[in-house]
């Protein structure tokens, strides 16, 4: 199973020594930072929050607010940030979580929409207002069918649905009435 899409690290040269650089998301909060990486690190396994810092003394936020929270949710890093309520977050960007089975999309699609709003397609906004695509493995031979009549089938059952159903997008490509 893939967990929140993984960017890919490469090497840079600085002052003649190699190093790698480290890929991360920076998801900016109002004041949630620290609530929200306890419940991401709640809902994927193999994760942890790795380090809280607070705003110092005449800082733009209040002394001793969270100010960041360092989290990896399956071995990939982000950086949570208290930045102010003047950020919004958008479907422009998400995250997506690649599933091997129907019943990882449930888990998934359940624990993180709670709270949030559903959307189509795969797509739902946690109770944080950030975007996810919840998707399942498969999916995607499905639209690349040579036979573009199927294809064309699975695109319409997958613009019916929320949650994806893989299952129910193959029946749709082999021709199924819907049920």
């Not at 967990?3 to 650089?21: I, K, V, W």
């Not at 620290?34 to 942890?48: D, I, L, P, Q």
């Not at 199927?150 to 997008?169: E, N, P, W």
Request: net charge negative.
């Amino acid at each position: 199973m893939q967990h929140p899409s993984r960017g890919t690290g490469s090497r840079r040269t600085r002052g003649g020594s190699a190093h790698a650089a480290e890929d991360h998301a920076e998801p900016v909060f109002d004041t949630e930072a620290e609530e929200a990486a306890g419940f991401y690190t709640s809902v994927f396994k193999n994760s942890r929050i790795v380090n809280v810092t607070h705003y110092p003394e005449a800082a733009p936020r209040e002394a001793g607010m969270v100010m960041t929270v360092e989290f990896e949710l399956d071995g990939q890093r982000f950086v949570g940030i208290n930045g102010g309520d003047q950020f919004k977050f958008g479907e422009a960007v998400s995250f997506e979580i690649a599933c091997e089975t129907q019943d990882e999309v449930d888990y998934y699609w359940d624990r993180l929409s709670e709270g949030g709003k559903e959307g189509q397609c795969g797509w739902l906004k946690d109770s944080y207002g950030l975007s996810w695509q919840v998707v399942p493995t498969g999916m995607e031979e499905l639209f690349a069918d040579p036979d573009p009549e199927r294809a064309l089938r699975a695109m319409q059952a997958m613009l019916k649905m929320s949650k994806l159903d893989v299952a129910a997008l193959r029946s749709a490509a082999d021709g199924a009435p819907a049920t």
